[in-house]
């Protein structure tokens, strides 16, 4: 369906897509079918666009961009990239067949996440966590500081969640998911110039409404 409800069929998606800058497929993380989509998606736009399309993915955090481009460029073997790369359960069966599409096809591919830890600092202390890390760390982040909007729908939407379950310091949920929407907003633009087509993976929840990493874009 499109914005206004109307029936889409899977032409009308692809010529969209085709007509666009970026495109963010919001996906369930537990759908096969949204993962075949992926690929289906992906393919149809390699057949148009060749060497302009550039892949981004939720699933790849961006420390691993070292070894996920030793393992495209054929620097290292498919064993070590998938036993030292911090891979999701789900890789084998849902992520692997669009890795193996960029590696066979040279098709970029960048891993926009922010590395888990921090993610995992900013929901403990906030986001002023950010400002003790080294240079180095800095180097896997958005420029700092980043911007925090607590009244977007889906951040408020999410405290209101936890405030039902019983949690506290919610407000730190929010700021953790804003930092890898940040992250992947950054991550995503750094990689994009104009004439290419960059289609990024992600939950639905990093994209729906046009919040999430579209509002940092």
């Known amino acids: 369906f499109d914005l206004k409800g109307k029936n889409a069929d899977y032409k009308e998606v692809l010529k969209a897509a085709l007509d666009s800058d970026i495109v963010f497929f919001g996906e369930l993380h537990d759908s096969p079918i949204c993962h075949w989509m992926e690929l289906e998606l992906t393919k149809d736009l390699f057949s148009e666009k060749k060497e302009n399309l550039v892949i981004g993915a939720e699933m790849f955090e961006t420390d691993n961009q070292l070894i996920l481009n030793e393992y495209l460029s054929g620097k290292i073997k498919e064993r070590n990239f998938e036993e030292e790369a911090k891979l999701w359960k789900n890789y084998k069966t849902d992520y692997k067949p669009l890795v193996k599409f960029a590696l066979t096809n040279k098709i970029p591919f960048i891993a926009t996440n922010i590395p888990r830890r921090y993610a995992a600092?900013?929901?403990?202390?906030?986001?002023?966590?950010?400002?003790?890390?080294?240079?180095?760390?800095?180097?896997?982040?958005?420029p700092l500081p980043i911007v925090f909007d607590p009244e977007l729908k889906g951040y408020k939407?999410?405290?209101?969640?936890?405030?039902?379950?019983?949690?506290?310091?919610?407000?730190?949920?929010?700021?953790?998911?804003?930092?890898?929407?940040?992250t992947m907003a950054y991550s995503i633009l750094q990689n994009w110039k104009e004439g290419n087509l960059f289609i990024h993976y992600n939950g639905s929840y990093h994209s729906d409404n046009f919040e999430g990493i579209v509002w940092y874009i």
């Open 121 to 142: 600092l900013v929901n403990k202390n906030g986001l002023e966590a950010l400002d003790s890390l080294s240079k180095e760390a800095e180097s896997f982040l958005p």
């Open 157 to 182: 939407e999410l405290v209101k969640m936890m405030v039902e379950a019983g949690g506290h310091d919610t407000l730190n949920i929010a700021k953790a998911q804003a930092v890898k929407d940040a």
